[in-house]
């Protein structure tokens, strides 16, 4: 039993949240009605969900003696030795092929998306992470093809807008949690990832800034683009910029005043406010798109 719960903590489930972006798509694309779309994103989800927690066992079977050495994630289960490098290998070729076989299944535009996220995230665990912002870049590109396969599964067009608002929000997220990561181990932190050596707080808080800055204002732009009206028959959409903004400052007040965002799935799921804004925003997005006009 401690061995499966191991594994299982060594998936991540936790981190299954990140494969929400899958469902965008059926959100804006106007596709919440149609049940064939709504099972499709739920089926991509999972497999997503497998594929993810295929590259996590692999991550820690790549950095087990450093994680061994990491205050915080000497914790996880491979390298605290709940669970042995064999059987979290056999774990994670299975979830693997399950994953990818799974997302061919839906169609193959969708397969081969989920293969190119699955070769860029094997592609960090073994080179890209050590590479000073290619790794944040990297990381915040798997993000896209998650948003990407949920728009192909469904088979709906691929706006620009969920891609630049999904890399820029993806690079808010990730720079904030390397801070994280470099305040927390302090002068140590080049002992334990040798990447964060190559940061510092303060060329991190100005990408963030910069970031930050780009993520409101493309989706502002969003909201009253032409093409945006168009294509959702509404112009309301621009009501919803107040969520995200407390959304933004939010994540800025936890990671700087109190010393949050290292783990942003777990700051989803347990900072009160931070999941209340995002409940209401997307209650406010349906209602408007399905239920207002222009």
Known sequence: MKTAIGLLRAMRPKQWTKNLLVFAALIFAQRLDDPFSVATAIVAFVFFCLL????????????????????????RPLAAGIISPTLALIAALILMAMGLL?????????????????????????????????????????????????????????????????????????????????????????????????YSSYLLDQMIAVVTASTFMSYCLYTISERTVQELGTQNLIYTIPFVIYGIFRYLYLVHQKNQGDAPDRVLLTDGPLLANVILYVAAVVVIMYFSGV
Not at 59 to 66: A, F, G, K, T, Y
């Open 52 to 75: 993810s927690s295929s590259i996590y066992l692999i991550n820690d079977l790549r950095d087990i003696e450093e994680d061994r050495k990491h205050p915080v994630k000497c914790h």
């Open 102 to 198: 799974g997302t061919f299944q839906i169609n193959q535009e969708t397969g081969m998306i989920a293969a190119g996220y699955l070769a860029l995230t094997l592609a960090y665990t073994f080179g890209l992470k050590h590479i000073v912002i290619i790794d944040v870049l990297t990381v915040a590109i798997g993000y896209v093809l998650r948003a990407i396969a949920g728009a192909i599964a469904i088979q709906v067009e691929i706006s620009p807008w969920l891609v630049i608002c999904t890399i820029l929000l993806a690079l808010f997220l990730v720079l904030a949690k390397r801070r994280q990561e470099l305040v927390m181990l302090e002068g140590a932190a080049a002992q334990y990832r040798a990447i964060l050596g190559e």
